[in-house]
């Protein structure tokens, strides 16, 4: 089993349209949550960052953690075109290394 | 912010010769980069941690005569490919990191193409 599952994609959506992005992960040691944003041929991009469960929002992005079942989330709002690109999750444990998802590919189409 | 930049961003190479990757930290003092290797469709893999000052750690796998990290300044980090082959051909992506346990902040990759 993986550490950290994610589903590759890809995912096409209309303009306007809330997406929705999950990982699972399988070590209950980990305690950092991460989403990056890749466009392509280019480096990764912080998106969200939290530590504990619940919601954090920060614009039309909003990450979600559910600690007891291993599940992480991240909801987009009035997807943008802009917005196509992969997203990764990351998750790591204090000082272990950082294990990222295999990412999903999402399409906004105009 | 925290801006890292990766030299150069896209290199191409005849087989068997060294290549060497920059990685700094422009607007704060990195204690921490890794490195990351990353094919078409594939996530990120750690290929190896560095601290300013000491050798770096390898990820299992990692050949480390054949990747050579030195991390000789708090804004410099480099990871030199030598002897390369068409199956080193990938994206190599560096992140810059405050301290260990910190937000790693990532450059914008160096593809790099064995021929």
């Known amino acids: 089993q993986k550490e950290v599952e994610q589903d590759p994609g890809p995912l096409s959506v209309p303009e306007g349209a809330i997406v929705s992005l999950n990982c699972t992960y399988s070590n209950s040691a980990f305690q950092y949550f991460m989403w990056y944003r890749q466009y392509s041929r280019k480096g990764p991009e912080l998106l969200m960052y939290t530590y504990s469960s619940g919601n954090k929002e920060d614009g039309r992005f909003t990450a979600q953690v559910d600690k007891s079942s291993k599940y992480i989330s991240l909801f987009i709002r009035d997807s943008q075109p802009s917005d196509s690109a992969t997203y990764l999750c990351?998750?790591?444990?204090?000082?272990?290394?950082?294990?990222f998802g295999t990412g999903t590919k999402l399409q906004v189409i105009p | 912010g925290a801006v890292v930049s990766q030299h150069p961003s896209w290199v191409i190479c005849k087989s068997g010769t060294s290549v060497k990757i920059e990685c700094r930290s422009l607007d704060f003092q990195a204690t921490t980069m890794f490195w990351y290797r990353q094919f078409p469709k594939q996530s990120l893999m750690l290929m190896a941690t560095s601290n300013e000052g000491s050798k770096a750690t390898y990820e299992q796998g990692v050949e480390k005569d054949k990747f050579l990290i030195n991390h000789a300044s708090l804004t410099l980090s480099t990871l030199t490919v030598t002897s390369a082959h068409p199956e080193d051909s990938s994206f190599y992506i560096c992140s810059a990191s405050r301290d260990r346990e910190g937000e790693q902040y990532f450059g914008p990759g160096t593809r790099l193409t064995v021929t």
């Open positions: 990351a998750i790591r444990g204090g000082y272990q290394k950082v294990t």
